[in-house]
């Protein structure tokens, strides 16, 4: 999986938020905290909106805050609102994916990294984040031998 810096950003600004005493944080002072580029934050933000993950407020007084609680929001669903499907194959979904010949069984490699994905991704809230809090599924992968290696 490759992790965009949109979909970085946004799991960064939303968690961010879910941390902040304030009820409300301008986008300005989210940018600055987490170092994001202000005018890409605020394209992130507004798929964040659409998507109801974070809710917004005007006037001088206005910012960011998140429409729901941190424990009903999962890095999945921030990521779907960023960039779409956990996975997908030329943009269908991996069930629609058809394959012949050698690779006929591909299909099944595509659907099972999906679900792969999700056991970490749609397990793991934003509160869980904030907490420095994983699942035990996610736990045992980081206690791999070879989970921090680069290959």
């Known amino acids: 999986m490759r992790i965009t810096a949109k979909v970085d950003y946004a799991v960064r600004a939303v968690a961010e938020l879910a941390a902040s005493p304030e009820p409300v944080v301008k986008g300005e002072l989210l940018a600055e905290r987490q170092s994001i580029p202000p005018k890409f934050l605020e394209n992130i933000l507004a798929d964040l909106r659409r998507a ?27 990521i779907r609102a960023v960039e779409g499907p956990l996975a997908d194959v030329h ?17 099944r490699v595509w659907v099972a990294t999906r679900a792969a994905l999700r056991s970490i991704l749609e397990e793991v809230s934003i509160a ?21 290696s680069r290959r």
């Open 91 to 107: 943009g269908t979904p991996p069930e629609d994916a058809t394959y012949h010949g050698a690779a006929e069984h591909l299909q």
């Open 52 to 78: 109801g993950i974070v809710g917004s407020q005007r006037g001088a007084d206005g910012g960011y805050r998140l429409a729901r609680p941190a424990d009903a929001v999962s890095i999945a669903d921030v």
């Open 128 to 148: 869980d984040l904030v907490a420095g809090r994983l699942p035990e599924e996610a736990e045992r992968h980081l206690a791999a031998p070879d989970a921090w």
